[in-house]
């Protein structure tokens, strides 16, 4: 979390653990068992919201001040949820799923605000621009998209890989993108022209996790 001394931890038990990072303390626990595991969670900016995507194909928005529920999502993906982004002002959430669907959600009023095939494949990774006027999203396609978030159009697409985009993160500067796959690279992309600018190599699995 941003104050730096709490941790928000997700499993496939599907409770999600507020922890306190000095002592490994549990704070608070948020349980959603009945929706199956919680495979992703995601954070606002001021770490006050929570949005979890679930096994049986639910979106949970969570209070983490109030430490309660805000909202389950009404609409359901058909399949498992394996990722979500938050955006940076907590107001919006995109969850994509095994079957490549994507969904854009009204965070504060629990809606739907559109649903759209993004993928041919599932999608695994996700991340808002600080501005949160564009969302991307990494896929089991090979590839990456930058969407519009107001339209829902594409913008751009990256590829290149030969493997599942599993995990996806943006530099604070918004001009760069950091990918993991599959394919057991990680590679950096420009944001404004799709090119890609460095590749990674040495991993002797699958990359699963990358960091600024």
């Not at 159009?153 to 918004?174: E, K």
Request: no cysteine; aromatic share 8%; net charge neutral.
């Amino acid at each position: 979390l941003p104050d730096g001394k709490r941790a928000l931890t997700s499993g496939d038990d599907g409770e999600i653990v507020l922890r306190n990072l000095a002592d490994g303390t549990v704070l608070h626990v948020f349980s959603a068992t009945q929706h199956g595991g919680a495979n992703k969670i995601a954070l606002s900016k001021d770490g006050r919201i929570a949005v979890s995507g679930h096994g049986a194909g639910t979106v949970i928005a969570w209070d983490i001040e109030k430490r309660s529920v805000l909202h389950v999502m009404p609409v359901q993906h058909d399949w498992s949820v394996v990722s979500v982004a938050v955006s940076p002002d907590g107001t919006k959430a995109m969850s994509g799923s095994i079957d490549g669907t994507l969904k854009l959600w009204d965070v504060q009023a629990g809606k739907l605000i559109r649903s759209w095939y993004g993928h041919e494949r599932g999608t695994y990774g996700a991340a808002f621009t600080a501005d949160g006027r564009q969302v991307v999203t990494g896929s089991g396609d090979y590839s990456i998209k930058l969407w519009d978030v107001a339209t829902g159009d594409m913008i751009r697409r990256f590829d290149g890989l030969s493997g599942t985009v599993y995990a996806l993160v943006l530099s604070d500067d918004g001009k760069r993108i950091l990918s993991g796959s599959l394919d057991r690279t990680a590679r950096l992309w420009d944001m404004a022209t799709g090119r890609e600018i460095a590749q990674f190599t040495g991993h002797a699995g699958p990359v699963y996790a990358v960091a600024f």
